[in-house]
């Protein structure tokens, strides 16, 4: 079964700052990976998403995430954080195989960038 | 604009009763999605949808009922049966099914409560 793991719950980090959110996943097969974004009371906002080719994939709002096979992690980055990106982040996984494959989440990753 | 929407944004529900919520989009998706968003558990699917008058359950569909008449919509019942009905509910579609790399788009949700 697939499945994803955020193993914290929170992220601090002051403005400016170089942030990461982990995320590891479980499927068996190729993953296709996503990252998604919620503020307060709203729904979900998707960041990227990685299915093949470089490990490396850009996304909206300067946020980047690293694939890595061997580790099975699909971390979320970005080189200086904004008070803005305080928001709930959420990792998802599909599995690649024939027929419906549901996107599975993780509990999700509050993050808090002080000014 | 193209998307998904979510009404009402908040509902109040009496213990007994039953209550609909709406999910409509004009994406030309084929596959819709109901999740529960419960505080530090991520989001779980409830029900999914792949084509229209087609319709499965998922992972806690115990309580909740869905039709899919018309490929735009996908109203979500929440029956008396449902114990704890109180949460968050999030509409999402995708423009493919099976092992697609499409993204999810997200509504707004829903914020039921029982009262």
């Known amino acids: 079964a697939q499945s994803v793991a955020q193993p914290e719950d929170q992220v601090n980090v002051a403005e400016g700052n170089p942030l990461t959110v982990k995320c590891t996943y479980s499927?068996?097969?190729?993953?296709?990976l996503f990252w998604y974004v919620q503020y307060p009371n709203r729904g979900l906002q998707f960041l990227l998403k990685y299915i093949t080719g470089d490990n490396l994939v850009k996304g909206s709002y300067g946020f980047e995430a690293e694939f890595n096979k061997s580790q099975t992690s699909f971390h979320l980055k970005k080189p200086s954080a904004l008070v803005s990106d305080s928001a709930l982040y959420f990792c998802?996984?599909?599995?690649?195989?024939?027929?419906?494959?549901?996107?599975?989440f993780g509990t999700g990753t509050r993050l808090l960038v002080s000014p | 604009d193209g998307g998904i929407t979510q009404s009402p944004k908040y509902l109040f529900r009496k213990e007994g009763q039953n209550v609909t919520l709406s999910c409509e989009q004009n994406l030309n998706h084929d596959a819709m999605y109901w999740y529960r968003q419960d505080p530090g558990q991520g989001l779980r699917l409830i029900y999914y949808s792949q084509i229209v008058n087609d319709f499965q359950k998922g992972d806690i569909a115990e309580g909740y009922s869905v039709s899919r008449e018309k490929k735009e919509s996908f109203p979500l019942t929440v029956t008396s049966a449902q114990k704890n009905p109180t949460a968050f509910y999030l509409c999402?579609?995708?423009?493919?099914?099976?092992?697609?790399?499409?993204?999810?788009?997200f509504g707004q949700g829903t914020r039921l409560t029982v009262v």
């Open positions: 998802a996984v599909r599995g690649l195989n024939t027929g419906f494959q549901k996107l599975v």
């Open positions: 999402a579609s995708s423009r493919e099914t099976g092992g697609s790399n499409t993204e999810a788009f």
């Open positions: 499927v068996s097969g190729n993953p296709y």
